[in-house]
């Protein structure tokens, strides 16, 4: 597949790319193992600054990188401007707290001395999808860099101006050569680089497919790994919930990123006393939803982000429908040049229906009716993702049975989910393995190093490097 940029909105090819030659891809790899024998010697506090500069520079610069997103796969541009500023306040957490969360930790035991060290592993690859082309990147670039570790990226084949305008942000925020590179290769050179011995650790956030391969290759060289691979995650509302707000923050969670988020709310599951009035006020707001050319500050729905992820929702609906899905709202792609869908709602869907167990990408709800809180559960967990999910109840004990019974990386109760650089993020089941930010985060990618020392002043780290 071609490295290029093509604006979705209209489906016109505007740059393309030439993927890396075997001999310049090894001379980025060189590049990435001498940087790390310095950078892991950096002091942290060095790190830090650097770190609050690249946070200066997104914010400074907002709105030319949101420009730069909505131009390459079609995110609504205030979405672009607010998610390069998400971007900035992950580098200002882990600039503040990096130090705090990879101090060494004493452990009393019988040794004279014993304590825990972090410590860096080395260059990291990590493989990143278009569909949040700053913010994916970031949160695994802030934590890593901060650690004393080195980035790779390998970039989705539609997003190369922004994998590169990534690339110049860390370079200009004063961090040396080589801590942080753009590697634009195809998809089959992919392997090579995992296999690398220099190259000691791979992150992915991904489908199901990508993350199967990457990790069995990962897993052939012993490679530490953290999958994010997606979610088709549920939206419960109970007797309980506040009804206009559920409703409006549904459609919210739906249609975020014009619907092509992993943690969108993608089933809405809803207590059958109250179902008739949900869905009315759901298609209702659904159907006011202003769609559009995305560079305008107006656009709520833009184009999907390539012909293919079009193709595909196209194919999952109309399946859906023949299986004996009903159609609320939509069902159909929009007769207007670039990758339209328009916002759909789907209900009475049949279990062998893709819609019931795919994940879909694209502005597609689907509505399930339950009789009670275990059938709740039942049809939340009847999913084989597990990443993020959302109950609306004021019922302490049904939000106790969601906390405990859910199964998913998160819980998010009358809120819809998003990521928190504060917070752990990631799956269970086929939504992956592993956790990007907080301290977890921060914590993937180093050696937890036991020190156990008898009859020696035994250094920190702090004091050998």
Same mark, same amino acid.
């Given at each position: 597949?071609?490295?290029?940029?093509?604006?979705?909105?209209?489906?016109? *090819? *505007?740059?393309?790319?030439?993927?890396?030659?075997?001999?310049?891809?090894?001379?980025?790899?060189?590049?990435?193992?001498?940087?790390?024998?310095? $950078?892991?010697?950096?002091?942290?506090?060095?790190?830090?600054?650097?770190?609050?500069?690249?946070?200066?520079?997104?914010?400074?610069?907002?709105?030319?990188?949101?420009?730069?997103?909505?131009?390459?796969?079609?995110?609504? !541009?205030?979405?672009?401007?607010?998610?390069?500023?998400?971007?900035?306040?992950?580098?200002?957490?882990?600039?503040?707290?990096?130090?705090?969360?990879?101090?060494?930790?004493?452990?009393?035991?019988?040794?004279?001395?014993?304590? !825990?060290?972090?410590?860096?592993?080395?260059?990291?690859?990590? !493989?990143?999808?278009?569909?949040?082309?700053?913010?994916?990147?970031?949160?695994?670039?802030?934590?890593?860099?901060?650690?004393?570790? /080195?980035?790779?990226?390998?970039?989705?084949?539609?997003?190369?101006?922004?994998?590169?305008?990534?690339?110049?942000?860390?370079?200009?925020?004063?961090?040396?050569?080589?801590?942080?590179?753009?590697?634009?290769?195809?998809?089959?050179?992919?392997?090579?680089?995992?296999?690398?011995?220099?190259?000691?650790?791979?992150?992915?956030?991904?489908?199901?497919?990508?993350?199967?391969?990457?990790?069995?290759?990962?897993?052939?060289?012993?490679?530490?790994?953290?999958?994010?691979?997606?979610?088709?995650?549920?939206?419960? /509302?109970?007797?309980? %919930?506040?009804?206009?707000?559920?409703?409006?923050?549904?459609?919210?969670?739906?249609?975020?990123?014009?619907?092509?988020?992993? !943690?969108?709310?993608?089933?809405?599951?809803?207590?059958? %006393?109250?179902?008739?009035?949900?869905?009315?006020?759901?298609?209702?707001?659904?159907?006011?939803?202003?769609?559009?050319?995305?560079?305008?500050?107006?656009?709520?729905?833009?184009?999907?982000?390539?012909?293919?992820?079009?193709?595909?929702?196209?194919?999952? /609906?109309?399946?859906?429908?023949?299986?004996?899905?009903?159609?609320?709202?939509?069902?159909?792609?929009?007769?207007?040049?670039?990758?339209?869908?328009?916002?759909?709602?789907?209900?009475?869907?049949?279990?062998?229906?893709?819609? $019931?167990?795919?994940?879909?990408?694209?502005?597609?709800?689907?509505?399930?009716? /339950?009789?009670? *809180?275990?059938?709740?559960?039942?049809?939340?967990?009847?999913?084989?993702?597990?990443?993020?999910?959302?109950?609306?109840?004021?019922?302490?004990?049904?939000?106790?049975?969601?906390?405990?019974?859910?199964?998913?990386?998160?819980?998010?109760?009358?809120?819809?989910?998003?990521?928190?650089?504060?917070?752990?993020?990631?799956?269970?089941?086929?939504?992956?393995?592993?956790?990007?930010?907080?301290?977890?985060? *921060?914590?993937?990618?180093?050696?937890?190093?036991?020190?156990?020392?008898?009859?020696? %002043?035994?250094?920190?780290?702090?004091?050998?490097?």
């Amino acid at each position: 597949m071609a490295i290029a940029t093509i604006n979705p909105a209209t489906g016109e *090819l *505007l740059d393309t790319f030439e993927a890396l030659s075997e001999s310049a891809l090894g001379d980025k790899l060189a590049l990435a193992a001498q940087a790390f024998r310095r $950078h892991r010697r950096i002091p942290i506090a060095e790190r830090a600054r650097c770190m609050r500069r690249a946070a200066e520079i997104l914010e400074a610069e907002k709105v030319e990188h949101g420009r730069t997103m909505t131009l390459e796969m079609g995110k609504p !541009i205030r979405a672009g401007i607010a998610e390069a500023t998400k971007c900035a306040l992950a580098c200002r957490y882990y600039a503040e707290n990096a130090e705090r969360f990879l101090a060494d930790e004493v452990v009393p035991t019988e040794a004279e001395r014993s304590f !825990i060290v972090y410590q860096p592993l080395g260059p990291v690859l990590a !493989i990143m999808p278009w569909n949040f082309p700053y913010w994916q990147v970031f949160r695994f670039l802030a934590p890593a860099l901060m650690a004393g570790n /080195v980035g790779l990226l390998k970039h989705a084949h539609n997003v190369p101006r922004c994998a590169l305008a990534i690339e110049s942000i860390v370079r200009r925020a004063g961090f040396d050569e080589g801590v942080f590179q753009t590697l634009l290769l195809e998809t089959p050179q992919v392997a090579a680089v995992i296999e690398d011995p220099r190259v000691a650790a791979v992150t992915l956030t991904g489908s199901e497919g990508a993350g199967s391969k990457v990790a069995s290759t990962s897993g052939k060289e012993i490679k530490k790994t953290v999958m994010e691979l997606g979610g088709s995650d549920p939206f419960i /509302v109970m007797p309980s %919930a506040d009804l206009e707000a559920a409703a409006k923050t549904a459609v919210r969670a739906r249609t975020i990123n014009t619907g092509q988020s992993c !943690i969108a709310a993608k089933r809405f599951i809803v207590h059958e %006393a109250i179902a008739d009035a949900f869905e009315r006020r759901f298609v209702a707001e659904m159907s006011r939803l202003v769609i559009g050319d995305p560079m305008d500050e107006a656009t709520e729905i833009g184009p999907l982000a390539t012909k293919d992820v079009l193709g595909t929702l196209v194919d999952q /609906v109309e399946r859906s429908v023949a299986a004996g899905a009903r159609v609320l709202l939509g069902g159909k792609r929009l007769d207007r040049p670039g990758y339209y869908y328009e916002p759909t709602v789907l209900t009475d869907v049949p279990r062998e229906a893709p819609a $019931h167990h795919e994940e879909l990408f694209g502005p597609v709800a689907t509505l399930f009716r /339950v009789r009670d *809180l275990d059938e709740a559960i039942a049809v939340a967990n009847d999913t084989r993702f597990g990443l993020g999910s959302s109950a609306w109840t004021r019922d302490p004990a049904e939000s106790a049975r969601f906390v405990d019974e859910l199964e998913a990386g998160a819980v998010f109760l009358n809120a819809m989910v998003a990521s928190d650089p504060r917070l752990p993020f990631g799956g269970v089941k086929r939504s992956g393995y592993g956790r990007e930010l907080g301290v977890f985060g *921060l914590r993937e990618f180093v050696n937890v190093k036991t020190v156990w020392a008898e009859d020696v %002043a035994a250094p920190s780290v702090a004091e050998t490097e």
